[in-house]
């Protein structure tokens, strides 16, 4: 039985990791030189930033985790002493959705927080069209 749930949860683990187009860490190694960042940053509470630069702390995260990048990218910020940045991976159209959700109660609450957006599907057809 044990077995049995073992393979049902790595199938799930396998099917939600196969819904995207790239890992995250494939949009912050490009974002990390489109921005002059420093990777993966251990913070002095242990946590580790996504981006750093010389004046953002950065949350990267897809669009669906927007909630989620909100705490970490202030958590960040309060680390370094940097401003807050989240950079939101859109991987396709429908997610627009969440970048409103996310700038919509940035601007509410008037949090610290800029935000950017990495559109997968213009990333490609930028890569077509240069080649």
Known sequence: MRYILFLALLGANL??????????????????????????????????CDLVTDK???????????????????????????????????????EEKHLIRVQSIILHYNLPIDVLAIRAWEEVADASASE
């Open 56 to 94: 953002h702390a950065i949350e990267v995260d897809f669009a669906d985790k927007w909630a989620e990048a909100i705490g970490q990218s202030l958590n960040y910020a309060f680390q370094t002493n940097k401003k807050a940045g989240i950079l939101l991976i859109l991987e396709n159209p429908k």
């Open 15 to 48: 099917v939600c990791a196969g819904a995207r187009l790239h890992p995250e860490a494939w949009y912050q190694e490009r974002a990390a030189k489109k921005y002059n960042a420093e990777a993966e940053v251990v913070m002095p509470d242990g946590t580790r």
